[in-house]
């Protein structure tokens, strides 16, 4: 490379497009290489941290407009060549900006937040205005204070627009820093000072010491600690152990003051000591490791030898068959190699048990990564994954793909078919099974993606795609046999009078009987909140979301009700603003309400409710998964939280309490998403031991695809699917791509999606669906209309996703539509 570039091309954390030019000034120039973070200004007074992307000597057409970094943040870079790589195909694919991508992937204290600083201007000497006057004696002349600072100390109101204010008067100016977010963790630490060690004998130098007391005791205290004697030569004293300052404060006979004097007498020495965040647990011997079975071994070879042929294989095995140890065995291998491996989760859910799990064999060979964790840790791992000391194995959620890895040469994708591995909202919007793919792809590492239900597209690409190898676990763990799954008619159940409470007069029966017994129970419910609906007795009124289009949820325990879509919370009417009627009847069932009928209809019952509600903190999801493995809780309630791989010894029953809210869903992948979830929660019966029950509630008794759940048969349900969606040419024969368009009028948001459509119909004509109004058609202010366009796979993406920006690009531009949201979604899981 060039060794001193003139200019450097950077990302930066926006969602502007392109990468943007800035020069390099000699000083900087050498210090600078690509993935290094610098300081750039944007603008009249905004920082930023951004990446450097590129280094080259080709000024810019405006050469003479162009901007000097002002730092360079970083003395090697935090990013690898193969990541920045990774961001530009992911800007691509997923139809966003680089610097979208890079606020996804960093944790927050590696991008630095632009803080505003505003100090007291010391010549201001006319009148600023009488509301002011509090908040300029906040002000400092000496000290710039940060604007969150002031609203800590005056409050958040009108605070802007005062200092606003006083800043066009002249009373006050403002600076701009960056702030560092992330401080490394340290602890002060003491060692011997230059005194003690220039020391001729130790026992002479604890005899000086003698008028004082307290400094004796003190010094005694950290040779003790340090595990060193008066007899010990002074000469050893140079290597002698720190000793934390904690440590020795907590023993009896420690005086700060004391301390002090000896570290003034050169006694002792104190530093600050890097202590880092990151936990770690003991593995357990090799001995106490479990050894795989027959059927485990040969999915280990057959692994092995798919990925001869194809990088990336599927595993299909039913659930409890052991995946989990073939896993930990390809692990194994491939850390003996020296190659790191991503161990992909869909959830947080699932670390916790995971976590405990490969914990007790890899121990500290593996780090954690995940979005509740706090962000110093995060930081720490980031930092700790680009040097030497790189953990090899990273057990994470979605975001875990953009750490960087030096050597991968394993990824495994776990529960491949959970749609949450895809990002929603906001862009990327990408799918960490495909982006994981593409990563391995580019490391030159290999893929298993492993479940007991695969998604149609990734069966399709192990079949008939021949894209992926395939291999099959078909037995449960220890020969237990797969739940036997009873069906309950509600509908049948209703007529006859037999369904006085949410639990068939079966599941009733059933649950009775293995709490009894011992045994512990999971009832799957997918509606949280107490009831879905509040309606006037008198005459139906519903209180709705003011600003979303859905009626809103009834939570008993907040007394509050809430909108699901916008998180927004309302007090509860006092009456109706229709009838004035003062009473509200709650329709239907939330979790919150079930929980309230178990708790009527079974005596024996410890119950705990598992739902968003429930698990707002790593610590509350933590401890109901504790509490029910260890038997204090015997009844789990939950909405599909509890269908997520959860691995329970004890569990004798597991009660689907509606399937149908998972069949009538107006989406082309309802029934495959029914499958797999009324499967997966069915799976969490009899893992150990005994065969589980299974009773499942429907209306629809009579589907096929209840059959299919009941028989187990996933291939059925594939081609049915696939049969169905063939002829409309839904995944896996074509890719989609859905296009929102957003905006707080209504008719504005209609003529923007007219105007697109009249755009892209020469393009598509008919693979092109839409506008249509989605099923909640406002949410947050925003009316919404979507488009669903079908590319044909064969064609070559680039010229669709131009032909589709340059149409966006075409209504943002024009006044008619100011302010409209238009965005994809390339691949939508809903
Ligand atoms: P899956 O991931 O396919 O659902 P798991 O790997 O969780 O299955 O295995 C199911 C149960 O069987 C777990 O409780 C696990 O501890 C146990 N198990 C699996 N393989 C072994 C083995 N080789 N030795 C002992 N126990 C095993
Ligand atoms: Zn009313
Ligand atoms: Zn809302």
């Known amino acids: 490379m060039n060794p001193s570039p003139r200019f450097a091309d950077v990302i930066l954390p926006l969602a502007l497009p392109g990468s943007f030019t800035y020069s390099l000034p000699p000083a900087l120039a050498g210090a600078v290489l690509p993935g290094m973070r610098v300081v750039v200004p944007l603008g009249a007074r905004k920082l930023y941290t951004a990446i450097v992307c590129r280094l080259h000597d080709q000024a810019p057409a405006e ?29 691509q694919y997923y139809m966003c900006t680089a610097g979208e991508v890079m606020k996804a992937a960093l944790p927050s204290g590696l991008k630095m937040e632009s803080e505003t600083l505003v100090r007291r201007n010391a010549d201001f000497s006319g009148e600023p205005d009488e509301r002011d006057l509090t908040l300029l004696d906040h002000l400092s002349a000496d000290e710039a204070k940060s604007i969150d600072c002031l609203r800590s100390e005056c409050g958040a109101a009108g605070l802007l627009s005062g200092l606003r204010r006083l800043v066009e008067c002249g009373a006050a100016t403002v600076e701009e820093r960056l702030a560092r977010a992330y401080k490394p963790r340290t602890e002060t630490r003491l060692r011997p000072g230059p005194a003690l060690l220039a020391a001729e004998s130790l026992p002479a130098l604890l005899r000086t ?10 010094l005694c205290l950290y040779l003790s600690e340090a595990e060193l004697t008066e007899q010990t030569p002074p000469s050893l ?25 000896l570290r ?3 006694l002792l020495e104190a530093f600050a000591a890097d202590t880092g965040r990151l936990k770690f647990r003991e593995a357990l011997p090799d001995a106490l490791r479990h050894r795989l079975n027959e059927d485990q071994q040969r999915a280990v070879t057959e692994v092995e030898q798919a990925w001869c042929k194809h990088p990336v294989c599927l595993l299909h095995g039913v659930t409890s068959s052991g995946k989990t140890e073939v896993y930990i065995e390809l ?12 161990y992909l989760v869909p959830e947080i859910a699932l670390t916790t048990q995971l976590t405990e799990r490969l914990g007790r064999v890899f121990g500290s060979a593996m780090g954690v990564y995940h979005s509740k964790f706090p962000d110093a840790e995060r930081v720490e791992l980031w930092q700790r994954q680009c040097g030497d000391r790189a953990l090899p194995l990273i057990l994470g959620v979605r975001s875990s793909v953009f750490l960087p890895f030096r050597r991968l040469g394993l990824v495994i994708v776990d529960e491949e078919h ?4 895809k990002q929603q909202d906001p862009a990327p919007r990408y799918h960490a099974r495909d982006t994981a793919i593409v990563l391995a792809h580019r490391c030159g590492a290999r893929v298993l993606l492993g479940t007991a239900t695969p998604a149609v597209e990734t069966y399709h690409n192990a079949h008939e795609g021949g894209k992926y190898g395939y291999v099959r676990m078909d037995k449960r763990f220890g020969h237990v046999e797969l739940p036997e799954i009873i069906v309950e008619d509600v509908k049948e159940l ?49 209180p709705r979301c003011t600003a979303c289009d859905v009626p809103l949820t009834f939570h008993r325990s907040m007394g509050r009700m809430v909108c699901h879509y916008c998180g927004a919370a309302y007090d509860l009417p006092r009456q109706c603003p229709q009838c004035a009627d003062t009473e509200l009847r709650d329709v239907g069932y939330g979790t919150e309400k079930m929980e309230a009928a178990v708790h009527a209809c079974f005596a024996d019952a410890r119950t705990a409710r598992m739902d968003l509600d429930t698990t707002r903190t790593r610590t509350a999801y933590e401890k109901i998964i504790d509490d029910f493995q260890r038997g204090t809780t015997n009844l789990l309630i939950g909405t599909q939280m509890v269908t997520k791989g959860l691995d329970f010894d004890r569990v004798g029953i597991v009660g689907i309490l509606n399937a149908d809210q998972a069949l009538n869903v107006p989406d082309f992948r ?40 009941v028989r187990g048969d996933y291939e059925a349900m594939y081609q049915a699917q696939i049969r169905e969606r063939e002829p409309y040419r839904y995944p896996p024969f074509s890719r989609l791509i859905a296009i929102y368009v957003k905006h707080r009028d209504e008719r504005t948001c209609l003529t923007a999606a007219q105007w697109l459509a009249d755009l892209l119909r020469p393009h598509f004509g008919t693979a092109l669906l839409g506008p249509d109004r989605p099923a909640v058609g406002r949410v947050q202010r925003l009316f919404i209309r979507k488009f669903l366009l079908k590319v044909n796979p064969a064609l070559p993406p680039a010229g669709v996703r131009r032909t589709l920006t340059q149409a966006a690009d075409i209504l943002r531009a024009d006044s008619r539509c100011k302010g409209a949201q238009i965005y994809f979604d390339v691949d939508p899981m809903g």
């Open 494 to 542: 209703q007529r006859k009078k037999l369904m006085p409470t949410p639990f068939s007069p079966r599941l009733t029966t059933e649950v009775r009987r293995i709490l009894a017994e011992g045994g512990q129970a999971i009832l799957f419910y997918n509606r949280r909140g107490y009831s879905p609906v509040l309606t006037c007795r008198t005459c139906g009124w519903t």
């Open 670 to 709: 309802a029934y495959e998403r029914a499958y797999q979830m009324l499967s997966q929660v069915a799976g969490r019966a009899g893992r150990r031991g005994r065969r589980g029950l299974v009773v499942l509630q429907t209306r629809q008794a009579g589907l096929p695809l209840i059959d299919q759940v």
């Open 264 to 266: 003034r007498k050169g």
């Open 209 to 218: 010491l003698g008028r004082t007391p307290k400094q004796l005791d003190v």
């Open 418 to 421: 959970e749609p949450s591995y």
């Open 331 to 342: 692990i194994r291998r491939e850390l003996a190699a020296g190659r790191q491996v991503l």
């Open 237 to 261: 004293l140079a290597t002698a152990r720190p000793v934390a300052k904690r440590t020795l404060a907590a023993l009896p006979g420690y005086s700060e003051a004391a301390l002090t004097a």
């Open 63 to 91: 050469d003479l407009r162009v901007k000097a970094v002002l730092e360079v943040v970083d003395r090697t870079p935090i990013l690898t060549q193969d990541q920045l790589d990774l961001w530009r195909w992911m800007a």
